[in-house]
């Protein structure tokens, strides 16, 4: 049965379609575009909220995945290039794009700022695990989740993985692992964001979100000042706004993960 969260994706791929349409006929604006990509489950929408109240930012709700929820396939190096090679000057995109040095140089071909999202990990499969039961009904992963009875089976598959040749969806540290380089690149051109930190101390993050955009004069078309642009960001979040959210609470596998699921994480994660 198709619920109403998989109701409204499709009602955003049909927007997303026809604002994909729109840009093709829309002008290139003066600031660098700016990537909001993410490890899955990390609180990519809450990012993009952040920019929802500066009109200079054009979302065209264009979407780069590396494994797109269909077909769920690992996307190759070229396909990643050529989508790269759409973005405009002055949008804003989002992503869940693994790092490669060759992504990283052709989004800097592009002039591309990249806001790169990530979470605890235990937090991440406990979200994941409640999304690919509860929530995204069309994900190729769904019929595997839905067959568990209880919320810790659900969270040890997202653990572990799936094991079927019918469907890419590894242990979580081979899911985690490809995105590892936009932490530990050097980059100027990558603005790291942890995601307990968006919620627990969003302060320090606009600040230094601020500060990391101006480096790159990204303002220089239009100059905002510092309490501006952290009051404009604030105004523009509300987390039920994003059809993946839950509850987004941070550290919530300390009160989820018993020492089976702790030996489990452990064993699947590489420490």
């Keep these: 049965m198709i619920n109403s969260h998989s109701i409204n994706m499709i009602k955003r791929k049909v927007i997303q379609y026809t604002s994909l349409f729109l840009k093709n006929f829309s002008e290139a604006g003066n600031s660098m575009p700016i990537l909001i990509n993410s490890v899955p489950k990390s609180g990519t929408h809450l990012v993009e909220q952040l920019f929802n109240n500066f009109e200079p930012v054009k979302n065209y709700n264009f979407f780069i995945a590396q494994?797109?929820?269909?077909?769920?396939?690992?996307?190759?190096?070229?396909?990643?290039?050529?989508?790269?090679?759409k973005i405009k000057m002055g949008e804003l995109l989002r992503g869940h794009i693994?790092?490669?040095?060759?992504?990283l140089n052709k989004l800097k071909k592009q002039n591309c700022l990249i806001l790169f999202i990530y979470r605890d990990p235990r937090d991440i499969v406990i979200s994941e695990a409640n999304?690919?039961?509860?929530?995204?009904?069309?994900?190729?992963?769904?019929?595997?989740f839905k067959l568990k009875d209880n919320q810790k089976d659900q969270i040890k598959l997202a653990i572990s993985g799936i094991q079927s040749n019918k469907i890419d969806y590894s242990n979580v540290f081979n899911r985690l692992n490809p995105y590892s380089g936009w932490l530990l690149s050097s980059s100027k051109n990558i603005f790291p964001i942890k995601?307990?930190?968006?919620?627990?101390?969003?302060?320090?993050?606009?600040?230094?979100?601020?500060?990391?955009?101006?480096?790159?004069d990204y303002f220089f078309d239009c100059?905002?000042?510092?309490?501006?642009?952290?009051?404009?960001?604030?105004?523009?979040?509300?987390?039920?706004?994003?059809?993946?959210?839950?509850k987004g609470k941070t550290g919530s596998w300390k009160e989820i993960f018993d020492e089976e699921l702790s030996q489990l994480f452990k064993e699947n994660s590489k420490d």
């Design 67 to 85: 494994q797109p929820t269909q077909p769920f396939r690992i996307r190759s190096q070229k396909t990643i290039n050529n989508m790269i090679k």
């Design 98 to 103: 693994y790092y490669s040095d060759e992504t």
């Design 131 to 144: 999304y690919l039961t509860k929530m995204n009904t069309l994900h190729r992963a769904h019929k595997f």
């Design 195 to 216: 995601y307990e930190d968006l919620r627990n101390n969003i302060d320090k993050v606009l600040n230094d979100l601020y500060e990391f955009l101006d480096l790159n």
């Design 223 to 246: 100059s905002i000042e510092k309490a501006t642009f952290i009051r404009q960001c604030k105004l523009g979040i509300n987390p039920k706004k994003s059809h993946t959210f839950n």
